[in-house]
T-cell receptor, first 115, second 113 residues
Framework: AQKITQTQPGMFVQEKEAVTLDCTYD???????LFWYKQPSSGEMIFLIY??????QNATEGRYSLNFQKARKSANLVISASQLGDSAMYFC????????????FGAGTTVTVRA | NAGVTQTPKFRVLKTGQSMTLLCAQD?????MYWYRQDPGMGLRLIHY???????AKGEVPDGYNVSRLKKQNFLLGLESAAPSQTSVYFC????????????FGPGTRLTVL
């Protein structure tokens, strides 16, 4: 079975500062994928970044980077130079072989960026 | 750039009524999914499809049915709505399984009174 844990229900960050969102996972699959999605107050789910379990380098997409520590089973999202538009709920998700590659989500972390 | 669209955006039902939610994607994706999101929780998979004419149960399938008659469409049906089905419903699609990214529609907010 797969499990995603996001222990931070809510966070505040000052504009232009960096923020790290924690995500730990549990799986016995040798191959899996980790995803981060953003859900603003408007409700849509926006794909941000992907990390494959066999990728040697941490994924980056613009101001988003994923701090992947395979041995610790963690996949933390780092948002650099926070902007007011980054205020949203952020979900960590995972897909793996043992779950027929269905996407499993964590409970989410709400980020509020202060001016 | 339509991507994944959902119809309707909002709906209010009375207990026992039926309805169908429509999901359409224009990316020629093989895989389609229906999720529900309840307050304070992540998304949970209801049903999914790995191709035209196929469907499979997800994590919380009870009370829902689905059909995938055309590759681009995935329908979610509620035969007899219950208040416990009040939720936000998201459709998603992906090119394949494995680690392919899923792309989501804008969601449908359903209230069952």
């Amino acid at each position: 079975a797969q499990k995603i844990t996001q222990t931070q229900p809510g966070m505040f960050v000052q504009e232009k500062e960096a923020v790290t969102l924690d995500c730990t996972y549990d799986t016995s699959d040798p191959s899996y994928g980790l995803f981060w999605y953003k859900q603003p107050s408007s409700g849509e789910m926006i794909f941000l970044i992907y990390q494959g379990s066999y990728d040697q380098q941490n994924a980056t997409e613009g101001r988003y980077s994923l701090n992947f520590q395979k041995a610790r089973k963690s996949a933390n999202l780092v948002i650099s130079a926070s902007q007011l538009g980054d205020s949203a709920m952020y979900f960590c998700a995972m897909r793996g072989y043992s779950n027929d590659y269905k996407l499993s989500f964590g409970a989410g972390t709400t980020v509020t960026v202060r001016a | 750039n339509a991507g994944v669209t959902q119809t309707p955006k909002f709906r209010v039902l009375k207990t026992g009524q039926s309805m169908t939610l429509l999901c359409a994607q224009d990316m020629n994706h093989e895989y389609m999914y229906w999720y529900r999101q309840d307050p304070g929780m992540g998304l949970r998979l209801i049903h999914y499809s790995v191709g035209e004419g196929t469907t499979a149960k997800g994590e919380v399938p009870d009370g829902y049915n689905v059909s995938r008659l055309k590759k681009q469409n995935f329908l979610l049906g509620l035969e007899s709505a219950a208040p416990s089905q009040t939720s936000v419903y998201f459709c998603a699609s992906s090119q394949g399984q494995g680690t392919d990214t899923q792309y989501f529609g804008p969601g449908t907010r359903l209230t069952v009174l």
